[in-house]
């Protein structure tokens, strides 16, 4: 069985905002564009942090910052 990978997306607040699957996980220094009250806004990942979830998925949690 191929394992995934679950993201999640952080304001600067610390608050959960997204949470997705896929086989790409955002890396510090990247930009992002993220919906945000119905407009797109661009974040630059400023910090992930990297967990073992059950079933052998990587759970990633990405924070962001404005851009």
Known sequence: MLSSSLHRIC???????????????????????????????KFRVIRVMYKAAPGGELLATVFVTPA
């Open 11 to 41: 304001h600067e607040s610390w608050e959960l905002i997204q949470v997705f699957r896929g086989p790409t996980i955002p890396r510090e220094g990247e930009l992002l564009l993220l919906e945000q009250n119905g407009q797109e806004t």
